[in-house]
C-alpha cells in the first residue's frame, strides 16, 4: 500500500483480440477440434536448451512473449480495468447472494472470484487479529477491545506485499528487482519487457503476533503473476523470462545464443531457512518437469509452485510450461494459465495480427499439495482478466476481445480494417486437449470487454465504446450458447457483483452519450428475466475521479447479513484530492447511501482507504495513515488507531 495512491493488484493484464465477425447473439457451431495434441515434456535438459536457443534465434534475442507499450492500444482513456482479483461466483444460474449470508459469519473474508479459493490482498483477519501490509510493514492489530491496538509489527523486503493466512503462518508475496510492474499507456497495462525482476516468498510465523517471526524465505527469478489458497495448499504462479542476448562487435547473435546456458532459460530458487540458516538452492523446475507447447510460445517460463503451508515453504512440487503468462484463474479443482500466443509483429511493437489467439493451460488442482499439468487450449482473441474465466461443471467459459487491426495508408494516416468484436467460448477437456465446444460472438462489435461475470449458467458481459451495453448470454447448452438479452446505458461497469433476488450491482464510470467519462458510480440491475435485464437505480459517487474496485476488486467489501456495500472512491479537483469509503445500502427499492468514511492523511490531504472489512458488527477500514473504526449502520467513527512511519529492520533469515 503506497501513500502516493491506490497500489495495481499484481496480475498482468492483457487486452487486444481477433475473432471472425458473426451476427450478434448468434451461436457458431463447434466444427471439428483442432488436432494439437497436449504439450510436451522436454526428455533431458539438453532437448530443452536446444529449443530455447532456436527459439531465442527465431525472436532475435528477445524471449518473445512480452506485450510492448507501443502496441495499439484503445481509444478510450480509462483507469486500468480489473486486475487479479476477486468476486464470489455462486453455483445457481442467476447471481446468488455470496456465501456469508447464509453462514451468517462474525468476520468478512477477502473478496474472492470463488468460494473456498482464497486470493493474497493487503489484509486478511481471523475475526480477532487483523493482518495489514502498509508501507512494507506487516502490522498485526487486535481489534477485540473498542480501540483496535497493534500487537505486533514486522520489516518486508521489496514492494507489492501481498498476504495468505493460513492459521497461525503467513505466507507473504513480493516484487523486487528491476521489472517494475505493468506499463500504462492510454489505460491500458501491458506487461514489461525482458529483463523481469525476482519474487520474494516469505514464511511467517504468528503464533505469537506481538513477535512475529521469519520462518523461511524464497528468492524466485520471475515476477509473481498470481496466486491462490485451497485449504493448506498455496499454489504460486511465476512468470520468468531469461535475459536478452545481443550480439556484439566480437560475436554474432548465433554466437552469443550458442554460448547460453540451460540455467539461462531454467532459472534457480534460493530458500533460506531462519530456523536451521541452512540456504538450499535448487532449479525452479528440473528439465523434465517442464512442457512445451507445439507452436511456438516465446522462451519464457510460467511456473506453478504448489506448496503445503501446514509445512512450510521447503516442500514444493514444482511444474513449469516454456510460454508466457498473463492471467490466473482458479477453481476450487483446477488452476488455469492463460497468455497470449507468441506474435513477431506485436514482439516488434506493431498491432495483433488477424488469428492471435490467447493460449490457456489447465492443472489438476484438485489434491492437497499437488499439482498436475491436464490439458492445453486455445481462444482467438485476448482475455481481459481472471474474471474473463470460469470453470463450471468440468468445462472452462472464457470472454475474449479483438481489437481493431490498423494499416498505414501511403499518406501515412491509418485505417481500420477490422472492427473490434467479443465472444464467449466453452472450452471442454479431452485428450489433453481443451476443445472448443461452443461459441457465441458478436458482442459490442466496435466496443471492447471491460467487465466479465459468470455465474452458474448465466454469464454477464460488459462491453463499452461510447455507450456500455449489458449482454445477458444463457450457457446452459455449452454446446449452443446464446445472448438471451442485452441493455445499452450510458458510461460503464468494470465490476460486477451478484446479489440474491435476481439481482446485480455493477461498478463503474458514468459517461456522456459520446463516451467521455462523468465519475464513479454504482448501477443496480435487475436480471432475474435473462431477456430483459433493467437497471433499477444508479448512483454516482463523485462528479469526478474514481475507485479502485474498477481494478481491484479486492477493494470492494459486501456484507449480506445489512446489505451494505462498501467501495473505496478518490476525487480531485481544486488543487487537492478527497478519498473516502463509501456505504451503500442496496435493497431492490434502490441505492441509499449509509455514509461515508475518511482517514486522516498528510498535507491535509485525505488518505486513500484502500480496504474495508468488518468484524463482530462493526466496519474497520484500512489506509496507509491507520486502521478505523466505524459504525456499520452509518459509517460514523468510532475510533481509529494510526500507523507510526515505520522502522526498518533486517529481518531474520535473509
Not at 503473476?225 to 520468468?240: D, E, H, N
Request: glycine letters at 12%; a positive charge.
Amino acid at each position: 500500500m503506497q501513500r502516493a495512491g491506490f497500489r495495481l493488484a499484481g496480475s498482468v493484464l492483457s487486452l487486444v483480440a481477433a475473432v471472425a465477425v458473426v451476427v450478434p447473439g448468434v451461436a457458431v457451431a463447434a466444427g471439428k477440434a483442432k488436432s494439437k495434441p497436449r504439450l510436451t515434456a522436454f526428455a533431458s535438459c539438453t532437448s530443452l536448451l536446444s529449443y530455447a536457443r532456436k527459439g531465442t534465434l527465431r525472436a532475435g534475442g528477445g524471449a518473445g512473449v512480452a506485450l510492448r507499450a507501443g502496441m495499439a492500444a484503445s481509444a478510450v482513456d480509462r483507469p486500468p480495468p480489473v486486475g487479479e482479483g476477486t468476486q464470489v461466483a455462486p453455483a445457481a444460474s442467476a447471481p446468488a447472494a455470496p456465501s456469508d449470508a447464509a453462514a451468517g459469519p462474525s468476520f468478512s473474508t477477502t473478496n474472492v472470484q470463488e468460494a473456498g479459493v482464497d486470493e493474497p490482498d493487503v489484509v486478511k483477519t481471523d475475526g480477532r487479529l487483523v493482518y495489514a501490509v502498509t508501507d512494507s510493514t506487516l502490522r498485526i492489530l487486535d481489534v477485540t477491545d473498542a480501540q483496535p491496538r497493534t500487537v505486533g509489527t514486522l520489516a518486508l523486503d521489496g514492494h507489492g506485499q501481498q498476504l495468505l493466512l493460513r492459521g497461525t503462518r503467513l505466507l507473504v508475496s513480493a516484487s523486487a528487482g528491476s521489472s517494475g510492474g505493468p506499463v500504462f499507456r492510454q489505460g491500458l497495462a501491458f506487461p514489461p519487457g525482458p529483463g523481469y525482476g525476482q519474487t520474494l516468498l516469505t514464511e511467517i510465523d504468528v503464533r505469537d503476533p506481538a513477535v512475529p517471526k521469519v520462518a523461511r524465505t524464497m528468492t524466485v527469478p520471475g515476477d509473481f503473476v498470481g496466486a491462490r489458497l485451497t485449504g493448506s495448499t498455496a499454489r504460486v504462479v511465476i512468470g520468468s523470462q531469461p535475459d536478452r542476448v545481443y550480439a556484439t562487435q566480437r560475436r554474432t547473435l548465433r554466437e552469443a545464443v550458442a554460448a547460453t546456458r540451460t540455467k539461462d532459460f531454467v532459472p534457480s530458487t534460493v530458500l533460506r531457512s531462519a530456523v536451521s540458516g541452512k540456504t538450499y538452492r535448487r532449479s525452479i523446475a528440473r528439465c523434465t518437469q517442464v512442457r512445451r507447447p507445439r507452436g511456438f510460445s516465446g522462451t519464457g517460463l510460467v511456473t506453478v509452485m504448489t506448496f503445503d503451508l501446514d509445512r512450510g515453504l521447503y516442500s514444493a512440487d514444482r511444474d513449469a510450461v516454456m510460454a508466457g503468462a498473463q492471467t490466473v484463474y482458479a477453481s476450487p479443482d483446477s488452476l488455469y494459465v492463460a497468455s497470449r500466443r507468441y506474435s513477431p509483429a506485436v514482439e516488434a511493437g506493431r498491432d495483433a495480427p488477424a488469428g492471435t489467439t490467447t493460449e490457456i493451460h489447465r492443472f489438476d488442482a484438485s489434491r492437497q499439495g499437488v499439482t498436475a499439468y491436464r490439458a492445453t487450449g486455445e481462444v482467438e482473441g485476448f482475455v481481459l482478466n481472471q474474471y474473463a474465466l470460469s470453470e463450471h461443471r468440468g468445462r472452462l467459459r472464457v470472454a475474449s476481445t479483438r481489437e481493431p487491426l490498423w494499416f498505414p495508408n501511403l499518406d501515412g494516416a491509418t485505417r481500420e480494417t477490422r472492427a473490434s468484436s467479443s465472444a464467449v467460448t466453452i472450452l471442454d477437456e479431452r485428450g489433453g486437449r481443451l476443445v472448443r465446444v461452443g461459441r457465441v460472438g458478436g458482442l459490442g462489435d466496435g466496443e471492447r470487454i471491460y467487465a466479465v461475470r459468470f455465474a452458474g449458467d448465466v454469464g454477464y458481459v460488459v462491453t463499452f465504446r461510447q455507450v456500455d451495453p449489458l449482454y445477458v448470454v444463457d450457457l446452459s447448452s455449452p454446446t449452443a450458447p446464446r445472448v438471451r438479452g442485452e441493455l445499452k446505458l450510458t458510461g460503464y461497469s468494470a465490476y460486477l457483483h451478484p446479489l440474491d433476488g435476481g439481482l446485480l450491482l455493477g461498478v463503474g464510470q458514468e459517461a456522456t452519450s459520446e463516451g467521455r467519462l462523468a465519475g464513479p458510480q454504482v448501477s443496480l440491475f435487475d436480471v432475474s428475466d435473462p431477456a430483459r435485464p433493467a437497471r433499477l437505480a444508479q448512483k454516482q459517487l463523485a462528479a469526478n475521479g474514481s475507485t479502485a474496485t474498477e481494478y481491484d476488486p479486492h477493494a470492494f467489501l459486501y456484507w449480506a447479513p445489512t446489505r451494505l456495500a462498501v467501495l473505496p472512491v478518490q476525487t480531485y479537483g481544486g488543487g487537492r484530492s478527497a478519498a473516502a469509503a463509501v456505504g451503500l445500502h442496496v435493497t431492490r427499492g434502490g441505492l441509499a447511501e449509509a455514509g461515508r468514511a475518511t482517514h486522516p492523511g498528510t498535507d491535509g490531504q485525505d488518505a486513500p482507504i484502500e480496504r474495508s472489512l468488518v468484524v463482530d458488527g462493526r466496519l474497520f477500514t484500512l489506509s496507509y495513515a491507520g486502521l478505523g473504526v466505524n459504525d456499520l449502520g452509518t459509517l460514523a467513527p468510532l475510533a481509529f488507531t494510526p500507523f507510526p512511519a515505520p522502522a526498518r529492520t533486517v529481518q531474520r533469515g535473509r
